[in-house]
């Protein structure tokens, strides 16, 4: 039983995983930048999140489930703002510089990428309603079920998200050599303002009643 709950909780975490938003452009950016591993590392950060997102979820802690709901329009500006920012940073960021760091073998540093990419998704926690959805989708409470089964369905959410971002930025590696320094300019450009305007959006969301976590898909 504790195997087909392992299982389920895979595929639950691939599923929140997998649709690309402003955190998945920015482990791609940082891959092709970078290397795999600032890359791989920064989607750590946001399969820690998730996990965190789904523990809670999966308790229902009324706690915090009850503070979201009254404070959603000052999360969804928050989480929006540190998206923006995070969007520009990558914007007017110079590749040519990246990529002399990295010939001098001077990488990234790999703490940083996990803790940023960490709190720009843990400032969403309106993410959690994904994670509840999934659960009610596919049957899953921890009402009544043993303790080995919950803690088998987070550990199962932790290895299909970080699944997903071991193959998303595996594929995009494997590329990465085709990339030359305007190329890495323009996705920078591209991705700076795709993440920008996601951010913007979310923000704007709050006038249009649309649901939040709509624009921070991963």
Not at 182 to 201: C, D, E, K, P
Request: net charge positive; glycine share 10%; with cysteine.
């Amino acid at each position: 039983m504790g195997v087909e709950v392992f299982l389920k909780g895979i595929l639950i975490g691939l599923v929140a995983s997998i649709p690309l938003g402003p955190i998945g452009v920015m482990c791609i950016q940082r891959t092709v930048g970078n290397n795999q591993r600032s890359g791989f590392v920064s989607g750590l950060g946001a399969a820690t999140a998730d996990t965190i997102f789904a523990a809670i979820a999966l308790f229902s802690l009324t706690v915090v489930l009850s503070f979201i709901e009254k404070n959603l329009v000052i999360i969804q500006v928050l989480g929006g703002i540190s998206v923006i920012i995070v969007g520009m940073t990558i914007l007017l960021k110079n590749p040519v510089q990246q990529i002399r760091r990295n010939r001098a073998g001077k990488n990234s540093n790999l703490w940083g990428d996990y803790l940023s990419i960490l709190l720009v998704t843990l400032a969403n926690p309106a993410y959690i309603l994904i994670f509840v959805a999934l659960f009610a989708a596919s049957g899953v409470s921890a009402e009544g079920a043993p303790y080995g089964n919950n803690v088998a369905m987070i550990v199962g959410v932790l290895s299909g998200t970080s699944i997903w971002w071991f193959l998303l930025t595996f594929f995009v590696n494997f590329l990465r050599r085709r990339f030359r320094p305007r190329h890495i300019l323009w996705m920078n450009r591209i991705s700076g303002t795709l993440i920008v305007v996601l951010g913007a959006a979310a923000i704007l969301s709050i006038f249009f009643n649309a649901p939040v976590y709509e624009f921070f898909n991963r």
